[in-house]
């Protein structure tokens, strides 16, 4: 049996992630198809996907990024 501590956990990353994604639009939307795309994932929840869409068509590298800010 699942926790209540664990399912609110969830609960909440899951809102946070959505909120995130929800007020970046901005950002965000450039890797993906279209608007209605976008807004699916989040209704629906599929961060993973969302997650992988992005590093899949963006060429940022954060340890890239954390060596070259470091110098």
Request: no cysteine; aromatic share 12%; glycine share 2%.
């Given at each position: 049996?699942t926790?209540?501590?664990?399912?609110?956990?969830?609960t909440?990353?899951n809102?946070?992630k959505?909120k995130?994604?929800?007020?970046?639009?901005?950002?965000f939307?450039?890797?993906?198809d279209?608007?209605?795309?976008?807004d699916?994932l989040?209704s629906?929840?599929n961060?993973?996907k969302i997650d992988?869409?992005?590093?899949?068509?963006s060429?940022?590298n954060l340890?890239?990024?954390?060596i070259n800010?470091?110098?």
């Amino acid at each position: 049996m699942t926790h209540i501590k664990h399912i609110l956990a969830n609960t909440m990353a899951n809102a946070s992630k959505a909120k995130l994604y929800h007020h970046n639009r901005d950002i965000f939307l450039k890797y993906f198809d279209s608007v209605e795309q976008y807004d699916a994932l989040i209704s629906a929840g599929n961060f993973k996907k969302i997650d992988e869409i992005i590093k899949q068509n963006s060429s940022f590298n954060l340890d890239e990024f954390i060596i070259n800010f470091k110098n």
